[in-house]
């Protein structure tokens, strides 16, 4: 069946459900009138819903009552946004990020050494949902017998023996048995650890039919061998920001990734829309800054003062540790990572940096409303279903999540598609977007006219399967 008609029944089914499931009764919640947008279906029309107990109730052309009413004429109705790549989970991290349109955080690129901790941290809800992979960056300090302080550190750039290699493997898979959604791997992060290393690790994520996040190393070649170590052992493999890691040579980045998805493989990536990386200035990534000409040190600027740095000042704040912008990317490079039909949209978001709080605004205000380079739908995908769809195989409850259905989890964004716009900026990185008037997670309003409601937290942990 072509992609039209699948389209057209899909559509089809929900207004029959609609139509049997309820009609006349009462909601917690009635969202009257939006345009309802959701990119599984294709659906795209003006639709009255009910909520009840956390899920999609109903979607109907006819009138709803219910306990509240949200008046959402005008406006657009989506899936609630799901982040892949999310380094800040605080309190502060998530109000952010429910003010750009995000129902659901992850930290899946580096992960956590210890998953279940983690989770016991956030235990009780929180404003999103969230989940974090285990990482193998953590796993290999802690085998290592160094700190688990960020991405410096020795246990980055030594070599492992294999005893080390196994105890880093039983971690790994510790970590999945406690729900980490995957495996986390900071290869740029890590040049200590060989490619047989990664590889190995590849091996647990393929055994255990999970994905790996991998922030890939070396550029062009590194994404090469990386590839070719999935493919050997049968990994699914997510590649994060395309645009950081294929740098000026994002275009043919992106053309290796697709070569390898029509080649068979499982493997996916993601974007985001701004020009800077972010990162720490101590990490290994940046062992070889003494031979670096002058002029280079002018791309980094002090996230704390917004101060460029000279081969002096990088020195000095390099020996005390801190996060550092990194502007190496063009204009024409982040349009070209943004619109490939490849991408998802993840923010890569921790604090210091806009994209911690505007990526989503970002997309939807400049790229598709200002500059018409996206179309609104197909944004949307970027930010819903394709996400859900890439977690879904071992991830279980991303099943009902990214789309708007009944049955669905009444994960929504709602918001105004001529006003929505991202205000952060490298100088003021922690602004938040403006435009969007309601967002709901698991039925419960935590976006209110724009405002946020203060004590909600009716985010629940997103698990790997091995938790279930």
């Not at 029509?262 to 985001?272: F, I, L, M, P």
């Not at 204009?331 to 993840?346: R, V």
């Not at 009902?400 to 009444?410: E, M, P, Q, T, Y």
């Not at 490298?426 to 935590?446: K, R």
Request: glycine fraction near 12%; include cysteine; charged fraction near 20%.
């Amino acid at each position: 069946m072509s992609e039209s008609p699948r389209r057209a029944l899909a559509i089809a089914s929900i207004l029959l459900l609609s139509a049997v499931s309820g009609c006349g009764t009462d909601y917690d919640i009635v969202i009257l009138g939006g345009r309802v947008m959701d990119p599984e279906s294709g659906l795209d029309a003006i639709r009255n819903m009910g909520i009840r107990s956390g899920r999609v109730d109903i979607i109907s052309e006819a009138p709803l009552e219910g306990a509240r009413t949200v008046d959402a004429r005008g406006l657009i109705v989506a899936p609630g946004f799901i982040d892949l790549h999310r380094h800040g989970h605080d309190e502060a991290a998530y109000r952010l990020q429910i003010q750009d349109g995000v129902t659901t955080a992850l930290e899946l690129e580096l992960g956590t050494a210890n998953v279940s901790e983690w989770y016991a941290e956030r235990d009780g809800g929180q404003p999103v949902n969230y989940g974090v992979a285990v990482g193998h960056l953590g796993a290999r300090a802690v085998a290592l017998g160094d700190p688990v302080t960020g991405t410096g550190g020795r246990s980055t750039r030594v070599a492992a023996s294999p005893a080390q290699r196994a105890e880093i493997e039983r971690l790994i898979r510790v970590g999945l048995a406690q729900g980490g959604v995957g495996v986390g791997l900071g290869a740029a992060y890590t040049p200590g650890a060989s490619m047989a290393e990664i590889e190995q690790m590849l091996g647990v994520v393929a055994q255990r039919g999970v994905a790996a996040f991998i922030h890939t190393r070396s550029g062009l070649a590194g994404l090469d061998s990386t590839l070719a170590a999935a493919k050997r052992t049968g990994a699914s493999l997510h590649v994060v920001h395309a645009n950081s890691s294929g740098g000026a040579a994002v275009v043919e980045f992106l053309q290796r990734i697709e070569t390898a998805q029509r080649s068979g493989q499982d493997v996916t990536t993601e974007a985001y829309p701004y020009t800077a990386s972010q990162t720490l200035i101590e990490s290994a990534v940046f062992d070889e800054w003494a031979t670096w000409p002058d002029e280079r040190f002018h791309r980094y600027e002090w996230a704390r003062t917004g101060e460029r740095l000279t081969r002096e000042t990088f020195a000095a704040l390099r020996a005390g540790g801190g996060s550092v912008l990194i502007h190496s990317r063009t204009q024409d490079l982040t349009l070209a990572a943004i619109t490939s039909p490849l991408t998802m949209f993840a923010s890569d978001g921790g604090a210091g940096h806009p994209r911690a709080a505007g990526t989503f605004a970002k997309i939807l205000g400049h790229y598709v409303r200002e500059e018409r380079a996206l179309e609104l739908m197909d944004a949307l995908a970027r930010m819903t279903i394709r996400p859900a769809r890439r977690l879904e195989p071992f991830v279980p409850a991303m099943a009902n999540k990214g789309r708007i259905r009944v049955g669905a989890d009444a994960d929504l964004t709602i918001f105004d598609p001529e006003t929505v716009i991202d205000r952060a900026t490298y100088a003021s990185p922690s602004l938040a977007s403006e435009g969007f008037a309601f967002v709901l997670v698991n039925g419960v309003v935590v976006l209110d006219g724009g405002e946020l409601v203060e004590g909600a937290r009716p985010g629940r942990a997103i698990e790997g399967r091995a938790a279930y």
